[in-house]
């Protein structure tokens, strides 16, 4: 009988999420891998000097692979995450920012985007059963992107308590 063995995308799947949990270590900030995944894989809370605040967030880890299925690398170096439509709806609708990040193998490098802010901008896109996200290679996520990511998440929230129409 064959032992059961460990595939390579599995193997980077749990790369790619460690490696954004120790990008999210070294700003300080928790970061727990969820286990059970129903389309997050990073669950977070923010500190800011130190101290735990009302700021969460989670992640959707995606990982390269040359035959993946979910991702594919454009032309012109960005990549294009195919995500369920199902479960675009459940982040357009959460409580708290979703990122959608890519670990790249080859180069060890991280990629980020707001999935729901491209919905929003074209709302169409939920009308396939499994959409497509451009995450570009502008959008670096390392240990200097920290306040790019805080100011996404401090966005997020003043939009849904409605903040920015505040007197």
């Known amino acids: ?96 920012p979703v990122f959608l990040i890519v670990y790249e193998e080859d180069s060890n490098t991280c990629y980020w985007t707001i999935p729901t802010k491209q919905i929003l901008n074209n709302p169409s896109k939920l009308e396939k059963n499994n959409p497509t996200i451009r995450v570009s290679r502008n959008n670096t996520f390392n240990d200097t992107s920290k306040n790019e990511i805080l100011k996404e998440v401090i966005d997020f929230y003043h939009k849904i308590l409605r903040l920015d129409e505040a007197s």
């Open 1 to 96: 009988k064959k032992k059961p063995m460990q595939s390579h995308s599995q193997t980077l799947g749990n790369i790619g999420e460690t490696t954004i949990q120790l990008i999210f270590q070294k700003y300080k900030w928790t970061a727990d891998i969820i286990k059970s995944d129903f389309g997050e894989d990073i669950d977070c809370n923010v500190f800011i000097d130190n101290t735990r605040t009302n700021y969460h967030l989670r992640c959707q880890v995606k990982s390269t692979t040359k035959d993946s299925k979910y991702i594919k690398q454009l032309k012109n170096g960005d990549y294009s995450v195919s995500i369920s439509s199902g479960l675009l709806k459940a982040w357009l609708s959460s409580y708290f």
